[in-house]
């Protein structure tokens, strides 16, 4: 596949059923309290940055460089394709006039003020006719300016989808953050050596977890809706799965698990084959036993 093009059954997601197991883990989670974030100066913004990029850096992933261009300079280019009625390909002539190929490192990054402690995007552009992905490319990544602990991990999170978009990495979308999810957490295992950080990022993503199984309870959702919700649970269950066999592994586990992910990010293998030798799957991942020992750790 080339990259950059979802193959036509990456949307085609079976929504979940909501199981006794995942009604469990609601209950269970029901008393976690929202952690309290302090806003930190916008003079750490570099040091946060750099943080969030030593997963990537002391385990020497390899990442691809992406396709760039300014968020604003592509909107002048698409007003001038108007006005100068081109068609799809002239537009794209036009585009790569002005695209730069850059290390993921060097994305700028634009701050939002509208996100929340825990926002951001990669911010791809997919670009096609008749439904058809013809061209990725990327502006600015995008992060919130309410900048925290967390930043670094967002940050991770981000350059990873970055990967994932370009390169093909994960074959099915309900599958599509679980590697996003196990680099924040990587990161904020990284970031600090008292594991603060990582338990202030895990009451945070259980506390999504929490909200979006009881989402789910809605017995009038869209199809569209059940699906993002089922991708937020599996996503967040597979790659709390995933961190713990990573984080309490030995040694040898620790280099094959970073080993296969650095594939996935390469686009040699999908996340789905990771996870499968991994043995995680949609119905294990459901199982109370992980998340009653995480919230005994957090409380």
């Given at each position: 596949m080339k990259k950059g093009f979802k193959s036509k059954s990456y949307y085609e997601v079976q929504p979940i059923s909501l199981t006794s197991d995942l009604l469990d883990i609601a209950d269970m989670l029901q008393d976690l309290k929202q952690p309290r974030l302090s806003q930190l100066s916008d003079d750490d913004f570099n040091e946060l940055i750099y943080k969030g990029k030593l997963p990537f850096l002391n385990n020497s992933f390899d990442l691809t460089s992406i396709p760039f261009i300014p968020y604003d300079l592509l909107q002048k280019l698409e007003i001038i394709s108007k006005y100068k009625e081109m068609d799809f390909n002239s537009f794209i002539d036009l585009i790569n006039n002005y695209l730069t190929t850059l290390d993921p490192f060097n994305i700028p990054i634009l701050s939002d003020d509208t996100l929340e402690f825990e926002g951001g995007y990669c911010n791809p552009m997919f670009l096609g006719v008749n439904g058809e992905i013809e061209k990725l490319i990327f502006t600015e990544f995008v992060i919130t300016n309410?900048?925290?602990?967390?930043?670094?991990?967002?940050?991770?999170?981000?350059?990873?989808?970055?990967?994932?978009?370009?390169?093909?990495?994960?074959?099915?979308?309900?599958?599509?953050e679980v590697l996003p999810i196990f680099f924040d957490k990587l990161t904020a295992l990284y970031v600090?050596?008292?594991?603060?950080?990582?338990?202030?990022?895990?009451?945070?993503?259980?506390?999504?977890?929490?909200?979006?199984?009881?989402?789910?309870?809605?017995?009038?959702?869209?199809?569209?809706?059940?699906?993002?919700l089922s991708m937020c649970i599996i996503s967040i269950l597979e790659a709390e799965k995933l961190f713990n066999k990573y984080l309490y592994g030995t040694n040898n586990d620790k280099d094959n698990i970073i080993l296969k992910i650095n594939e996935v990010l390469l686009g040699n293998i999908q996340l789905e084959d990771l996870l499968k030798e991994n043995e995680i799957t949609i119905n294990n991942c459901q199982e109370?036993?992980?998340?009653?020992?995480?919230?005994g750790s957090l409380l």
């Open positions: 309410k900048l925290s602990i967390l930043t670094p991990g967002i940050y991770a999170h981000e350059i990873v989808h970055s990967q994932l978009e370009f390169n093909n990495g994960v074959n099915n979308y309900i599958h599509s600090d050596n008292n594991y603060e950080t990582l338990k202030t990022n895990e009451k945070l993503r259980l506390i999504r977890l929490f909200k979006a199984i009881n989402s789910y309870k809605n017995t009038n959702l869209s199809l569209y809706q059940k699906t993002k109370k036993k992980l998340i009653k020992r995480k919230i």
